[in-house]
């Protein structure tokens, strides 16, 4: 894109910021937000992050968010726990340097001492000491379809989680609370599954080409038209991997002389595509506006390092949903920002599209936004539409670039044709293209799962993060030695979930993350729900200290609330 591209795309709206005089609460209490005049009965106290923008001008809808702080006692209880596991870990060390354990970590031969390093030290001993432990809680091999419920192959471990074998025994039925099936496609009956077959006789499973050469189908050119209706945009381009759509396109978008704006909590494929681009980078706190302007302000204030002049292009890079936080991206505020100040917006709605939004069309729906205000939409197909691959959407001569200049749109093989199939149908379906409901059935009955679960895990006692109508759920855990016993708990009443530690997060805030589907029934979220209960009982994990929510209808139905 270039400078006159810009001066297009942008203009010069004001955003003007407000706050409220609220105390924050103390260490131990809920610490949260809702930006929408309501009653004064129902506000509460601030999140643990303080220096927010207030703007409820800009919203049209509650934005109602949680991020309770730890427990003073329970975070220094969780760094004593790391504390003791590092002196235990640099002792085993000393034992394996003499021979006196066995060493089956990966290690430099003594004639590559000289070279550069292939292994950071610290990241080494992190995984050989403290994620061995608890290495069984990953990577465990599926055997059935991983939707509502699944099949897993059982595995042991003689060696302290070195190396798995398969016992032969496969745990049936477990409820999957870990995959991204936000809609349930990932299914292989139904409407969408006897269309990837029709194709899949009709043009094959893969393509064996890159789409300039002999590997543009006509179906590649029906997706995009069909994610370009969905979007509301003027063009949009598809590619075979969610991860490179980023990685790959960022670069192409941003170079030398330019400026990116990254939230602190993007993901690693943003991260990347970021570094990768050659382009400074600066780092705003998560969510934070008033983070946010100080940068751009800073930014054409000073202009690039040594030289002072203006930086060609300032890209602001968002995610819609954060995946380990639950939280949803301030966008009404960032497009004011953005606006006020000339820069572009990225948006990654990979968590966001088809999951939030009374229409499924992700956070721009969400908010009730115009797409057009987005210069630069992308998206992943592996969530929500049960398949894979990525999408970029805008503007057509944004688009038409990317044609040109991406590496993923030139270098990579095209998209294999059942699962282009599988991202049509199930698109139809939610936009209500196929003549049923089905669609609006599925965004009403994950925004109720999402209601009611996370209200109940609040009921508990759990320390749970992130937006009220976001199907990513964190409990908090902190401590070391609860990551993997929650997992295995968890597993034994046969539930299946994601626990997440250092690095995906910070080192004191380890977590379990719940993913919601459409395809849970209440049945399943009950049984869920008294797993965790139990469990959260037998580990201590009721850290919670705050008062019981209000009751909450969920997205579908809250403007019902405040009508006239």
């Known amino acids: 894109m270039t400078e006159s591209s810009a001066n297009k795309l942008l203009n010069g709206d004001a955003c003007h910021r407000t ?37 409820s001008s800009l919203y049209k809808k509650p934005f109602s968010e949680s991020f309770e702080e730890t427990p003073l006692v329970v975070a220094v209880l969780t ?12 002792l085993r060390d000393f034992l394996r340097y003499w021979s006196m354990e066995k060493c089956n970590v990966a290690q430099e031969k003594e004639e590559q001492k000289d070279f550069v390093p292939l292994y950071q030290d610290f990241e080494n001993f992190y995984t050989r000491n403290l994620y061995m432990r608890i290495r069984d809680n990953w990577n465990r091999p599926i055997c059935s379809v991983p939707g509502a419920k699944m099949d897993l192959v059982e595995r042991a471990s003689h060696d302290y989680n070195w190396t798995f074998e398969d016992t032969g025994r496969v745990v049936k039925d477990v409820i999957n609370m870990g995959s991204y099936n936000y809609l349930g496609f990932a299914e292989n009956t139904g409407a969408c599954a006897d269309a990837a077959i029709e194709v899949t006789q009709k043009y094959g499973p893969g393509v064996g080409s890159t789409r300039c050469e002999m590997g543009n189908l006509d179906i590649h050119e029906e997706l995009e038209q069909l994610v370009t209706r969905f979007l509301g945009v003027e063009s949009s381009l598809a590619f075979g991997m969610g991860f490179a759509t980023n990685s790959m396109n960022i670069p192409a978008l941003t170079g030398k002389g330019c400026l990116i704006l990254s939230d602190e909590l993007n993901h690693a494929s943003l991260v990347l595509g970021a570094r990768l681009s050659g382009s400074p980078i600066r780092v705003f706190k998560h969510n934070n506006m008033i983070s946010l302007e100080k940068l751009l302000r800073d930014a054409i204030a000073h202009g690039q390092p040594r030289t002072h002049r203006p930086w060609k292009k300032i890209l602001i890079v968002v995610e819609g949903i954060y995946s380990m936080e639950g939280s949803i991206v301030r966008l009404p505020e960032v497009i004011a920002l953005k606006k006020r100040y000339k820069a572009y917006l990225y948006l990654d709605e990979a968590h966001s599209i088809g999951a939030l939004g009374p229409n499924g069309k992700g956070v721009v729906d969400y908010f009730g936004l115009d797409p057009k205000d987005v210069d630069i939409m992308m998206g992943t197909f592996t969530k929500s539409f049960g398949a894979a691959g990525g999408y970029i959407g805008g503007k057509k001569e944004l688009i038409d670039y990317l044609r040109r200049h991406s590496h993923s749109a030139l270098y990579a093989t095209s998209m294999s044709p059942p699962v282009i199939q599988q991202i049509i149908t199930s698109m139809k379906i939610i936009m209500g293209e196929d003549g049923t409901t089905l669609g609006a059935d599925r965004l009403r009955q994950l925004s109720e799962n999402t209601t009611y679960f996370r209200r109940r895990l609040c009921e508990m006692g759990f320390i749970i993060y992130g937006n009220d109508d976001s ?15 929650f997992g295995r708990e968890m597993l034994k009443r046969n539930i299946g979930t994601v626990v997440v530690g250092f690095p995906a997060t910070p080192i004191i805030e380890s977590r379990a993350r ?35 929510p209000r009751p909450s209808l969920g997205w579908m139905s809250e403007e019902n609330l405040f009508q006239d």
């Not at 260490?27 to 309501?38: A, D, E, I, L």
């Not at 760094?79 to 640099?90: R, S």
């Open 471 to 485: 199907p990513v759920i964190p409990l908090m855990l902190y401590m070391p030695a609860k990551i993997g016993a």
């Open 514 to 548: 719940f993913c919601l589907s459409a395809a849970h029934t209440r049945e399943m979220l009950d049984t869920a729900l008294d797993a965790a209960n139990e469990v959260g009982d037998l580990l201590q994990l009721k850290y919670s200290r705050r008062e019981q």
């Open 79 to 90: 760094y004593m726990g790391y504390g003791i596991l590092t002196v235990f870990g640099y």
């Open 19 to 55: 706050s409220n005089g609220k105390r924050s609460s103390k260490n131990g209490f809920v610490k949260n937000h809702c930006v929408f005049q309501q009653p004064q009965k129902y506000r509460r106290p601030r999140e643990k992050n303080q220096n927010v923008t207030r703007n």
